[in-house]
């Protein structure tokens, strides 16, 4: 696939973006990863073309698409890059419950999306690329999703080896690169992210600064619970998660919205966390919500409120 930066080179900073794609490139050459990107180049029997991303698990190929003995094989070798979280997809059969039930939240942005037909994306904290996926249902021009972390980076090329090419494309790198994208993007997903950046405001204006003028922000995190314009600061960490920073109210992240000079502002949904959102499974066999939070007594085993998810959109002033 040819590089975007080729496409777009009057309107990115392609020189500094070839920059910060050497030290995760280095990364992911390094001993360590070998293993996963053998595996991954083993991927290239299969590529699927039957694909549905409308539908609540993304599915490449059908369950006709290879027999049992393909699916057993390409099964374990998915499993290779376990932890998976964000899902589900079904690839041929293959049923992938992941940690998070991803289409839960996509489910809770209905109504409440712009058309995304023709337009630039940007998906900030990607992970494996579900919502990425579920954005193609509706044809846009160009998605691109950032994530620093390389086996969710890994992932995704796992998953984009076994579908037909695409519109998408993937950085490993943090929401504050988006300095290099000025004026590029017409929406940008910011899901699950920006109580793990020690700058949320700096942050908001950053992405607000990469949208076109009139451009649309969609905003889901976790807060905590109240109508005061607050967060919480944790100690060490939130429900057993480091690098945890400001867990906001809804009214303190409508106020940090607004010193990044965003506008139209609307808080729309909000539910309380669960075992059902976030849970393990056979794709992520580690620690995970029930270990974090005592749904009894609704705190965190630190002793702060458990967290709620919280639902935003925004525009950048036209």
């Known amino acids: 696939m040819t590089d975007y930066l080729e496409h777009y080179k009057d309107e990115i900073d392609g020189d500094a973006v070839r920059e910060l794609r050497k030290e995760p490139t280095r990364i992911m050459n390094s001993k360590g990863n070998k293993p996963y990107l053998e595996l991954i180049e083993q991927l290239t029997n299969y590529q699927f ?37 964000k899902g589900p ?18 489910d809770m942005l209905e109504g409440y999306l712009p058309d995304m037909k023709g337009q630039r994306i940007c998906d900030i904290g990607a992970n494996s690329g579900y919502y990425m996926y579920r954005m193609l249902a509706d044809d846009p021009e160009f998605i691109l999703g950032m994530d620093p972390t390389i086996k969710y980076y890994l992932q995704f090329q796992a998953l984009q080896k076994l579908t037909a090419p695409n519109c998408l494309h993937y950085e490993a790198f943090g929401m504050e690169h988006l300095v290099h994208y000025p004026k590029f993007f017409d929406t940008i997903f910011c899901m699950g992210i920006l109580y793990h950046h020690p700058d949320p405001v700096g942050i908001l204006r950053i992405i607000n600064q990469s949208m076109k003028p009139g451009g649309n922000l969609i905003i889901e995190s976790q807060a905590i619970p109240g109508d005061d314009h607050v967060a919480l600061f ?75 998810r919280i639902y935003l959109r925004a525009k950048k002033k036209a």
């Not at 997809?89 to 996509?106: H, L, N, V």
């Open 234 to 308: 944790p100690d060490d960490t939130y429900a057993l998660v480091k690098g945890t920073y400001f867990v906001p109210t809804a009214n303190c992240l409508i106020n940090w919205l607004k010193k990044a000079k965003f506008v139209d502002i609307e808080f729309f949904k909000s539910h309380p966390m669960s075992s059902n959102d976030q849970r393990k499974t056979e794709w992520m066999p580690f620690r995970s919500y029930e270990d974090f939070v005592n749904e009894e007594t609704g705190l965190t085993v630190e002793g702060y409120p458990a967290p709620i």
């Open 89 to 106: 997809f079904d690839i041929a059969g293959i049923e992938m419950d992941t940690e998070w039930r991803s289409d839960y939240k996509w």
């Open 49 to 85: 073309t039957d694909n549905d991303f409308s539908q609540k698990a993304v599915r490449f190929g059908q369950k006709g698409s290879i027999n049992d003995q393909e699916r057993a094989q390409l099964k374990e070798q998915l499993k290779g890059l376990i932890p998976w979280r």
